[in-house]
């Protein structure tokens, strides 16, 4: 038999990790991505990643890691997979610090760790303040090498638009679209894994990438593969209000001693520099004196919400506070925040140096996405998933610089699982659905093209965002979240009418934009019916008319499946791995 | 002022045999406004500023933060990030166009794969014996990790490539980016085993020696990227392997 054929679908680091285990074991792999590997949304992440190596003598064991994720989780996630994530991180960071990643040192040479939310321990490995961009170019380099060696095949600039299904239900390839030439072919695989990150774009402005629109997990959910908890979104406190995104303000620069705090006074006319420490509201620190301005972002997220809505001090009545490192001395602050610190001076033109940040909170992340088993697959034998796409490792809340080891952690566990089932694969019957997913594809792409009506693309998704942001972030209200749902569906109607300005074949990106569209709303669905299900607070998941937490009822995962009914998708409840370590109340203002 | 507007001109093309023609637009003007969120309002509004309906602009873009190397192109007749170039920082009428030195699919989207295949010919890449618990990765003093992270921001956005004089067709060049990436391998510990390998590789035509020194490279540069220095520093490294190479016959 021939070496097994894997696709992996996405090239950041989940993709990427998947794709090094699987060229190392021998395996072939095709890589797809929209974007050229290099430039995946990864990148993105700056303050750094998570491992108990215990290098500062503070006692940090992966028991601890493993016990503040869960609790900082609010317990929703299953305890096995998250036990052995925090078991294999500090030998993640050791493969990473060989493979040349920068990572930040102490004076004797060795890896240095700073703090971050939701711990009391250095914990975080870091490379400066873009500790996303080192780790994905350190992968982004094994896999060239790997390539070099004929092992991987590289498709970028293509779009993954369908998993094929055979008769029997079992996946044998994927339908993927040429951005460029706008051809659409069918590729055949023994096993495809989704590395397809997160959905941001469906609250229009986030601080995820552009091509973040959750558009692949969503039509193999519309495939039949299970979203788990889509109701879990992350609201990231510190972010910088922008006109085409949010743009993040890493978590690293509290834990590098940042404050965030709003003049006592609603009406405050001193210039910032020379409101005097009794007239400034640390209010993070006030309430929770524990923790401090290093509470988990949900916790961090609310408390800003509630400062500038509930005490109206929101800085020149606008939603804003300060985030403040003005206190630190320049130096330390270019070694360890440099890459943040620039990109703030340059997008708001103030140096963060010598006045304080102005941040709100802003979408940030995905806790929930497509179901999957201990060993990364979901429901559709065959289709494996990592990363941001996947629901298993970060339960109601993801505490910060732990998503950049879930999806190396993931990428490692679903790479070669998916090459052992492949060499256990029966051959397929027929053509394997290949002929008839085509045929389906084709269809949808040349009714698009042809559609006449008056609709614009880019306009549906700007009111997508603004009733997603509105309705279901921060706080939510069953009332909201039904109007929302209604929002949602009169979107779907109005999309029937969708007009492509452009309906040229070469390099069409208003055809791919309306293609990603249609997947961003019936994705929405399980997030709005989610949230509206789950009568209950929990982690990032708010609701003021059901403030406490109820394990009795939801202590369980949501898992949609799509009817394509009117009424959406249906919800049904899992139980909850929880062997390990009790539910207990989650609180942050003592000691856990 | 509700009425302020923002001026901007593209420069259209619909595939690379397609003729050019510039494109202008009046857009309604905001606080903070990119040049990417330009582009943005024209898609959900795709008219010209004479009211003729038109296609959105194809463009490559993706974390809008300045990280990624997506959205090069030239701006006011200056390559840059497109993501970064706030709109109230621009004489209008703000004049987009592709970058220059690569082929164009469409508008303002070129093909920059060059870049990822220098990279590869120059063994841009650490060798780790494989992916399994090895254990903790070799010492390296804050010194060191200081001069070599300023290379390892490179965004591969290709700005240096597409400003330097001697990067076309004629002269092969690798240009600066790759050069750099080629000193941050070789300063590593591990990395420094294909050392000679790399040298080699920027021996020949296309190789180091097509640099003229015009500096263009690291005056672009939206990542600060010790570019010159680089080049000097490997240049030398390569004059050294090459008489190495000349004595060992």
């Known amino acids: 038999m021939a070496a097994p054929r894997i696709i992996v679908v996405g090239g950041g680091l989940a993709g990427l990790a998947a794709v ?139 779009e993954f638009l369908s998993a094929v299904i055979d008769s029997k239900g079992v996946a044998r390839g994927i339908t993927a679209l040429d951005l460029r030439t706008m051809e659409l072919r069918s590729f055949p695989a023994d096993a495809i894994i989704l590395a397809t990150g997160g959905n941001g774009a469906i609250f229009g402005k986030s601080t995820n990438s552009v091509v973040c629109t959750g558009s692949a997990q969503s039509a193999v959910f519309q495939q039949g593969v299970y979203y788990a908890k889509g109701e879990f979104i992350q609201v990231h406190p510190t972010c910088i209000p922008g006109e085409d995104k949010l743009r993040l303000m890493s978590e690293s620069a509290r834990g590098e001693g940042g404050r965030v705090w709003v003049p006592r006074n609603a009406g405050e006319k001193r210039p910032v520099k020379q409101i005097p420490d009794s007239d400034r509201w640390y209010f993070l620190e006030e309430w929770y004196p524990k923790y401090g301005n290093l509470v988990p972002r949900d916790v961090a997220t609310r408390a800003i919400h509630k400062v500038v809505y509930e005490h109206g001090l929101g800085l020149d009545g606008q939603p804003m506070v300060y985030l403040d490192l003005t206190h630190i001395d320049r130096a330390t602050l270019d070694r360890k925040l440099g890459g943040i610190l620039e990109i703030y001076e340059k997008f708001v033109g103030v140096d963060p140096h010598d006045e304080p940040m102005k941040i709100f909170p802003g979408m940030h992340y995905t806790m929930g996405g497509i179901w999957v088993d201990f060993n990364q697959m979901t429901n559709i034998p065959g289709i494996f998933a990592a990363g941001e796409c996947e629901y298993q490792y970060h339960g109601a809340n993801r505490l910060g610089a732990n998503s950049l080891v879930s999806c190396i952690f993931g990428g490692f566990v679903s790479g070669p699982n998916a090459l052992r089932y492949a060499k256990g694969l029966e051959g397929q019957e027929g053509d394997g659905g290949h ?49 929302a749902d209604g929002k949602i569906v009169e979107l779907l109607d109005r999309y029937k009418k969708v007009n492509l300005s452009d309906r040229s074949q070469w390099a069409n990106t208003s055809f791919a934009f309306a293609r990603q569209l249609k997947n961003m709303l019936e994705l929405s669905r399980t997030i709005v019916l989610g949230a509206l299900q789950r009568d209950e607070s929990r982690g990032a998941h708010y609701k003021p008319d059901f403030p406490d937490r109820n394990d009795e009822k939801f202590l369980k995962t949501s898992k949609a499946s799509f009817t394509g009914a009117p009424e959406g998708p249906r919800i049904e409840y899992e139980e909850v791995d929880t062997q390990f370590i009790k539910p207990r109340p989650r609180r942050y203002d003592a000691a856990k | 002022m509700a009425d302020r507007t923002v001026k901007i001109e593209i420069k259209r093309q619909a595939s690379p045999d397609a003729p050019s023609v510039w494109e202008s637009f009046e857009l309604p003007w905001r606080p903070g406004m990119n040049v990417i969120s330009a582009m943005m309002e024209i898609a959900a509004n795709p008219v010209t500023a004479d009211g003729r309906a038109t296609t959105p602009i194809t463009y490559d873009s993706n974390c809008l933060e300045e990280i990624c190397g997506s959205c090069a192109m030239r701006i006011n007749g200056k390559a840059r990030m497109a993501c970064s170039s706030l709109v109230d ?48 990765g070799p010492r390296v003093f804050p010194q060191q990790q200081e001069a070599n992270y300023p290379l390892s921001n490179c965004i591969s956005c290709t700005c240096c490539m597409e400003v330097c004089p001697q990067f076309n067709e004629e002269t092969g060049f690798v240009g600066a980016a790759t050069i750099a990436q080629v000193k941050l391998f070789n300063n590593h510990p591990t990395g420094k085993v294909f050392k000679e390998d790399r040298l080699r590789a920027l021996a020949g035509d ?44």
């Not at chain 1, 389906?440 to 009714?447: D, G, P, V, Y």
């Open chain 1, 20 to 158: 090094i285990k699987i060229a190392e074991a021998g395996g072939n792999v095709d890589l797809f991505s929209i974007v050229p590997v290099k430039r995946s949304h990864s990148v993105c992440a700056q303050g750094g990643i998570n491992a108990a190596k215990n290098l500062k003598g503070e006692g940090d064991t992966t028991a601890q890691h493993f016990d503040d994720t869960i609790y900082g989780g609010d317990f929703l996630a299953n305890q096995t997979p998250v036990k052995a994530m925090c078991e294999a991180a500090p030998a993640i960071i050791d493969l990473l610090d060989r493979m040349g990643v920068p990572f930040n040192r102490t004076p004797e040479g060795l890896l240095d760790f700073r703090r971050f939310g939701g711990t009391l321990y250095h914990r975080t490995a870091f490379a400066g303040a873009t500790t996303g961009q080192q780790l994905l170019y350190a992968l982004d380099e094994q896999v060239r090498r790997h390539e070099a060696e004929g092992k991987v095949k590289k498709y970028e600039g293509w």
């Open chain 2, 89 to 136: 920082n621009l004489e209008q009428p703000i004049r987009v166009e592709p970058l220059s030195k690569f082929p164009l699919v469409r508008d303002l989207q070129v093909d920059r794969s060059v870049l990822f295949e220098n990279l590869m010919a120059v063994k841009a890449w650490v060798p780790v014996d494989g992916t399994y618990d090895l254990g903790s």
């Open chain 2, 206 to 249: 296309g190789g180091i020696q097509e640099c003229g020194f015009a500096q263009n490279c690291v005056e672009v540069c939206p990542k600060q990227l010790p570019l010159t220095e680089a080049i000097s520093d490997i240049s030398r490294d390569v004059l050294v392997q090459k008489a190495k190479d000349f004595l060992r016959g």
């Open chain 1, 435 to 483: 002929a008839a997913e085509i045929a389906r594809q084709s269809e949808i792409n040349s009714k698009l093209l042809k559609n006449e009506g008056t609709e614009n693309p880019f306009k549906l998704w700007r009111e997508l965002g603004q009733t997603m942001t509105e309705h279901a972030t921060v706080i939510r209200y069953n009332k909201g979240l039904k109007q």
